[in-house]
């Protein structure tokens, strides 16, 4: 391994402060130090990477390409090492931790529930959780930043190991106001002729619908809303009369209760699974180990 030249931790914090607050004065100020300081610090990080990171002007500071590569390698470093100075001060409290990413639907309606039990069950084990997209999560999985995720879609990451959590479906839904209220079941073709408010790209449910339907031949809808959380779809779907697809275990309620329709399509369902995700290193962690006894109890009182 190469011991030279390596970099100091202080210059990825001031190369990450001076990007992320835009000037190196704002920098020095979260850094309580004096602007020199950040500048040589800049200045040493760049002599240990033999090339220029950082360029300035019009009083704006930018990343060269080497700085963009080196930027991401600070952020990783930099979360990482807070991550584990948390973990070492939870193991000197003699205390456990379990780092847990999950996708924002499932947050929504998932993780309270779990966290209670979990809490009432083991009150000597802790969990950090964060809602996040499901990519990000690989990425935190991947790079020891999160101990275990759960997840809409499978991870893709060869060092990462998946369990089957359960089974779901993106329904069809509508509010009551809807002209299609009394409709039990539409042709495919109809999908064409309905407006639709429906997760951001990127979502998991957003990917599963878009994968679903150009296997039969749609590539495009009448998108009138896309909303960035499941539960503020809902709230705007239940008054208007549009459609949207989403997730069985986010709409199930509000059908049993008369607050959505249903509306089956001839031929066409939206099949999924959710998931459960660890590092295959990181298999043997009890606190994970307590969590999907509880996931998994959770899900046969459900069936």
């Not at 456990?96 to 979990?118: C, K, M, N, Y």
């Not at 995720?149 to 499978?154: C, D, Q």
């Not at 339907?213 to 779907?237: K, Q, Y």
Request: aromatic content about 6%; glycine content about 6%.
């Amino acid at each position: 391994m190469e011991y030279k030249n390596l970099p100091d931790i202080r210059g990825w914090a001031a190369l990450r402060a001076v990007v992320e607050k835009g000037s190196v004065s704002a920098a020095a100020h979260v850094l309580n130090v004096g602007q020199p300081a950040v500048t040589k610090r800049l200045h040493t990080l760049e002599d240990s990477y033999g090339l220029t990171l950082v360029e300035r002007g019009g009083g704006q500071v930018r990343l060269t390409a080497a700085g963009e590569k080196v930027y991401l390698l600070a952020v990783q470093t930099l979360d990482r090492q807070l991550t584990l100075r948390h973990e070492l001060e939870n193991m000197r409290r003699g205390k456990s931790t379990l780092h847990l990413d999950v996708t924002i639907a499932i947050g929504e309606h998932f993780l309270p529930r779990f966290l209670l039990q979990f809490s009432e069950m083991y009150p000597q084990y802790r969990i950090d959780s964060r809602m996040v997209y499901g990519r990000q999560s690989e990425n935190n999985l991947a790079s020891g930043m999160t101990d275990l995720a759960l997840l809409e879609r499978p991870p893709e990451h060869p060092d990462l190991m998946v369990q089957k959590w359960m089974e779901d479906e993106l329904l069809l839904v509508c509010g009551l106001n809807h002209p299609l209220v009394e409709e039990d079941m539409i042709p495919i073709t109809m999908l064409l002729d309905l407006s639709y408010v429906l997760r951001e790209p990127g979502s998991a449910a957003r990917l599963d619908m878009n994968e679903a339907l150009e296997r039969i031949g749609i590539h495009t809808l009448d998108i009138a809303l896309e909303v960035g959380a499941t539960d503020a779809l809902i709230d705007v779907l239940i008054p208007g009369l549009h459609t949207s697809f989403l997730p069985r275990f986010a709409v199930l309620d509000h059908i049993k209760a008369g607050r959505l329709h249903h509306i089956k399509v001839s031929g066409f369902r939206i099949m999924r699974t959710l998931w459960i995700a660890r590092h295959r290193n990181n298999i043997d962690h009890p606190v994970g180990d307590a969590l999907i006894d509880i996931i998994r109890r959770d899900a046969k009182n459900k069936t």
